[in-house]
């Protein structure tokens, strides 16, 4: 490249034909500085002394690591850190004092500190508790009520929302305060336009559950779900992240539409509702289309609320200190050593059992069976 450019080609030429930038060439032009090639040091040395001026002497942290030692050992408090380290040389007078922050860099960087970096993990994959979510080959419905929206006048309102956890596909439904039957209403509307998914996914409340004065209660939304063959999902109380899908979506809905106007109606914001939501179904749509595919809804279909119960509903629960877990209205024995822990209980309505599998978050497809026993739900007349 100098030879080149020597021989009368110039830099940029030069720069060119050996492909690098037009400062290498006269950087390397320059410092040759009209020597004979065979004479020129080409070592590529980094600029300025080889150790920095400021860099903290090996005397100083040598001493540094033996203060640490001593400390250790014979420290009332019992502190051996980077502060009590600073402490104690200042208490005795030693110069020079290095500074807190670097006094921490020498023991970082001598491998003397104790404390350990937090680990983060891989977060589970969506819906890990349900190995057929998991896998992309079943989608999973989520719902929820936003409560406590009042319109100016004293209009209250309660919205009950809803999307898919694989293909995103959302829902709002703003009226006066909801009723289980309404609400029941809506999902048919809804699975009839959109199709069947394989599970319905809910939070505790009684609209959705049943209620839970009583025991072994199968409200009518879950009856619903059972007469079309999906698997209602109920997650564990006081655990949001079973739902954090949802509630993004929920967050968004308020920011998007219920926070950003003043509504004059209850009208006037369904009708602004409904635009956003179309609106949020356009940008979606690739999403959406690549979901696991729903079943279509069934042609000759009417809900039965007094129908014998079939299926299977899978309850989200976290046990206790002893290992048991509250299903149902019952305070089920799960296992002694899996206390404090998530547990899947997946009610058969068919065998009339119950199934508990562990759940683990950081190994979310290692699922063992914890234990099975039997359980029959009375076939008692429901009352609206």
């Known amino acids: ?57 090996r005397e100083v942290e040598d001493r540094v690591l033996s203060l640490r030692s001593e400390l250790k050992e014979t420290s009332a408090l019992g502190e051996y850190g980077a502060q009590a380290i600073y402490r104690e040389m200042a208490a005795r007078g030693l110069q020079p004092l290095p500074h807190l922050r670097t006094i921490g860099r020498i023991l970082e960087r001598r491998g003397a500190l104790d404390g350990h970096r937090r680990v983060r993990r891989a977060a589970p994959p969506p819906g890990w508790y349900l190995p057929e979510v998991a896998s992309k080959a079943a989608e999973l419905d989520q719902f929820d009520f936003v409560e406590g929206l009042v319109i100016r006048g004293g209009t209250e309102v309660e919205v009950l929302t809803k999307t898919s956890l694989h293909g995103g596909l959302e829902e709002a439904w703003p009226a006066a305060p909801w009723t289980a039957k309404r609400a029941v ?39 619903l779900c059972l007469s079309l063959a999906i698997t209602p999902v109920f997650v564990p109380p006081r655990e949001p992240g079973f739902q954090a899908s949802l509630e993004n979506f929920n967050g968004r809905w ?3 539409v219920w926070a950003r106007f003043e509504h004059e109606s209850l009208a006037m914001l369904q009708t602004r509702s409904h635009q956003y939501i179309l609106a949020a179904r356009a940008r979606a749509a690739s999403r959406i289309e690549g979901a696991p595919p729903r079943r279509c809804f069934p042609v000759d279909w009417k809900l039965d609320l007094q129908a014998a119960l079939r299926g299977r509903i899978i309850y989200l629960r976290r046990t206790n200190d002893t290992g048991y877990a509250s299903i149902l209205g019952y305070s089920f024995a799960i296992a002694p050593d899996w206390n404090h822990r998530l547990v899947r209980a997946e009610i058969d309505l068919d065998a009339e059992k119950i199934r508990f599998y562990a759940l683990r978050r950081r190994e979310p497809t290692w699922q063992p069976l914890l234990g099975e026993i039997d359980h029959r739900l009375p076939q008692r007349r429901f009352k609206h």
């Open 1 to 57: 490249m100098v030879e080149a450019v020597r021989e009368g080609m110039s830099m940029r030429g030069a720069a060119r034909k050996f492909r690098v930038s037009l400062a290498t060439v006269q950087y390397w032009v320059q410092r040759t500085s009209r020597q004979r090639l065979d004479a020129v040091d080409w070592a590529d040395q980094p600029r300025g002394p080889r150790a920095p001026s400021n860099r903290t002497s």
């Open 185 to 223: 209403e809506e999902l048919i509307a809804h699975w009839r336009e959109f199709g069947v998914p394989a599970y319905a996914q809910f939070d505790n409340d009684t609209r959705f559950q049943g209620a839970h004065q009583h025991r072994d209660v199968v409200g009518q939304v879950t009856r």
């Open 254 to 256: 308020q920011a998007k």
